[in-house]
T-cell receptor, first 112, second 111 residues
Framework: DAGVTQSPTHLIKTRGQHVTLRCSPISGHKSVSWYQQVLGQGPQFIFQYYEKEERGRGNFPDRFSARQFPNYSSELNVNALLLGDSALYLC???????????FGEGSRLTVL | TQLLEQSPQFLSIQEGENLTVYCNSSSVFSSLQWYRQEPGEGPVLLVTVVTGGEVKKLKRLTFQFGDARKDSSLHITAAQPGDTGLYLCAGANSGYSTLTFGKGTMLLVSP
């Protein structure tokens, strides 16, 4: 069975641009969470979605948004990119009831 | 804001040595998880501890949850180069989908 898949794996953007990151959860998992991991730090919680509804939001500006689709895949959008948005963006899925989080390999975003 | 402090931040040892990594918080968590992350990959769950005072063993790894459920430790016996990686502790409250991570301990085990 496929694990959590994320795309793209690497991308480079310039300040002010917009980016969309995609995540497909493990088959049967209905909850998806997004985390930001800056180099040298632990992951920081951005969003959690369950059954297409936002169930949790971390301390991130409104430039960050996300959504979950009927097939439980998810997108993370970041507008007006800043240099400080450069990070590894991790997606994780979990089943019902919530248990272990399974992480994807991440999307590494570099903002120049 | 709940914070998790991990120490040390970086540890470089020789194969065969023992080591302990610490994770401390001023807040109580309903559970605490330990992850290992290798370069270019996402974190992989090693263990979840739930009960204060709980000790769990995973081969050469021993995990302990403090009595007050605010701190935890990871002890590795006879470290091997394959143990190299970033060790992260993460606290969870209700449910498991929202985790508060520490900054991690980068472990390098040399042959």
């Amino acid at each position: 069975d496929a694990g959590v898949t994320q795309s793209p794996t690497h991308l480079i953007k310039t300040r002010g641009q917009h980016v969309t990151l995609r995540c497909s959860p493990i088959s049967g998992h209905k909850s998806v969470s997004w985390y930001q991991q800056v180099l040298g730090q632990g992951p920081q919680f951005i969003f959690q979605y369950y059954e297409k509804e936002e169930r949790g939001r971390g301390n991130f500006p409104d430039r960050f948004s996300a959504r979950q689709f009927p097939n439980y895949s998810s997108e993370l959008n970041v507008n007006a990119l800043l240099l400080g948005d450069s990070a590894l963006y991790l997606c994780a899925s979990t089943g019902v009831p919530p248990g272990e989080l399974f992480f994807g390999e991440g999307s590494r975003l570099t903002v120049l | 804001t709940q914070l998790l402090e991990q120490s040390p931040q970086f540890l470089s040892i020789q194969e065969g040595e023992n080591l302990t990594v610490y994770c401390n918080s001023s807040s109580v968590f309903s559970s605490l998880q330990w992850y290992r992350q290798e370069p270019g990959e996402g974190p992989v769950l090693l263990v979840t501890v739930v009960t204060g005072g709980e000790v769990k063993k995973l081969k050469r790894l021993t995990f302990q949850f403090g009595d007050a459920r605010k701190d935890s430790s990871l002890h590795i016996t006879a470290a091997q180069p394959g143990d190299t990686g970033l060790y992260l502790c993460a606290g969870a409250n209700s449910g498991y989908s929202t985790l508060t991570f520490g900054k991690g301990t980068m472990l390098l085990v040399s042959p």
